[in-house]
């Protein structure tokens, strides 16, 4: 009988070493994969951020040029394709505003905040613009800046947290 419990211990060790292995190895993979997971969500946010961001300035790059046109013709062309346009304009901005409540990135975050707080001046430009009290270059301006701090925060989405 005692040959018999020496004989299973010393199965028991190795069997237990090796079990002990294949643990650490299974561990590691679910960690490997869960760090894959984790990333490709990261880019799948980044990615519709940036595509937020596009269409988004592409729909401001037609206001622009819409009030560039409202504008030097002292508002007797294109009233109604710019207020259409400022439509789909509103649309995208909602969409954009709902895509960054989703963003946990701080310096995104802030570069974001500073884009933002420039758009928050869209209402009063676009008054001065319906009352012509605003060059064409200045309405320029101003959505030219509007775009670029917006496009200048796709680059940086490789920005870790």
């Known amino acids: 009988m005692q040959k018999y419990f020496k004989a299973k211990r010393k199965l028991l060790f190795p069997l237990s070493i090796l079990l002990s292995i294949i643990l650490l190895l299974v561990a590691n993979m679910i960690y490997v994969q869960y760090d894959k997971v984790k990333a490709l969500k990261s880019l799948n946010n980044d990615i519709i951020l940036a595509v937020s961001i596009s269409r988004f ?11 560039s046109g409202y504008l030097s013709n002292n508002g007797k062309k ?10 789909t304009t509103n649309r995208r901005i909602l969409h ?20 933002l707080n420039t758009l928050n001046k869209l209402e009063i430009i676009r008054t001065k613009i319906d009352n012509l009290q605003i060059t064409y270059i200045d309405g320029i301006k101003f959505y030219s800046k509007l775009n670029n701090e917006f496009l200048n925060i796709i680059p940086n989405k490789s920005i870790p947290n």
């Open 78 to 87: 294109f009233h109604l394709q710019l207020l259409t346009q400022r439509n």
């Open 96 to 115: 954009l505003k709902k895509v960054i409540k989703s963003i946990k990135n701080k310096k995104i975050l802030f570069k974001l905040n500073q884009a």
């Open 57 to 67: 300035v592409h729909s401001t790059q037609k206001e622009r040029g819409l009030s």
